[in-house]
């Protein structure tokens, strides 16, 4: 119901002349499906290192599909926008659910009010992942990459004091999400996850606390009637946009 797309680094700090490598994973509780670089699959995969931004380059079917030499020394900020991409619900039943788990509102009295089928819909879906690795000192600050929803990181993992927690402002378009739910998957060395559920406060900041050698991703989920153009194109009735965020804090 709720499979989350993100990008995870083979290493989220490297040496200044290291290389940048990192997986794009599809599945669960930081569980999953490894994809291959396929230009057909992304509208955006984009590396970017303080002024520096440019294109990751790859083959097709390259694993992992972010391979390259870092930009500069610091923080560096890899971002992926997925193409559009339905899923099929045979039923209410099966939406209600992951509806439930993102804490996405009434949307059955919004859907019935459409007067939309309760069976057999489609929802058209799109991805907005982001991942944070320290080259050489880290130092540095995530920002705005310019995708539709995101996941700002107002904390740098790898050179902040995070004993108060970490931040993240979650967005749409030009605005801040408010008092809107953010799901953290925190993966201990070990390969065990726990999740916990936040919400944005005014300024759609989220805090949580992080343990030092663990890793996390960060996921919130907008849900939108699709616009004419995207209903016509894919038989959709609802879209989602998912923003996820990734990175780890040093041991």
Do not use: C
Request: charged share 25%; hydrophobic share 40%.
């Amino acid at each position: 119901m709720a499979h989350e797309f993100w990008i995870e680094p083979k290493a989220y700090q490297i040496p200044a002349d290291g290389k940048l490598e990192a997986d794009l994973v599809n599945g669960e509780e930081f569980a999953g499906v490894t994809l291959s670089y396929l230009p057909r699959s992304f509208v955006n995969f984009v590396l970017f290192a303080g002024e520096d931004v440019v294109r990751v380059r790859g083959r097709p079917g390259d694993i992992p599909a972010l391979n390259q030499n870092p930009l500069s020394n610091g923080l560096h900020v890899a971002a992926y926008q997925t193409r559009n991409a339905t899923v099929d619900y045979t039923n209410w039943e099966k939406f209600q659910r992951f509806v439930d788990h993102k804490d996405l509102g009434n949307v059955r009295q919004q859907h019935e009010a459409r007067d939309l089928p309760l069976n057999d819909f489609l929802e058209v879906y799109s991805r907005y992942s982001k991942t944070l690795i320290g080259v050489g000192d880290g130092s540095g600050a995530d920002r705005r990459v310019g995708l539709e929803t995101e996941i700002v990181a107002l904390s740098n993992p790898y050179t902040d004091d995070l004993s108060d927690g970490f931040q993240v402002q979650v967005h749409y378009r030009n605005d801040p999400r408010t008092n809107e739910q953010v799901e953290v998957f925190q993966k201990a060395p070990n390969g065990s996850v726990e999740i916990a559920l936040y919400r944005t406060d005014d300024e759609g900041i989220a805090t949580f606390p992080v343990i030092p050698g663990y890793a996390y991703m960060v996921d919130a989920v907008v849900l939108r009637e699709p616009s004419a153009e995207i209903a016509d194109q894919t038989g959709a009735v609802w879209e989602t946009l998912w923003a996820n965020l990734t990175f780890a804090v040093p041991d």
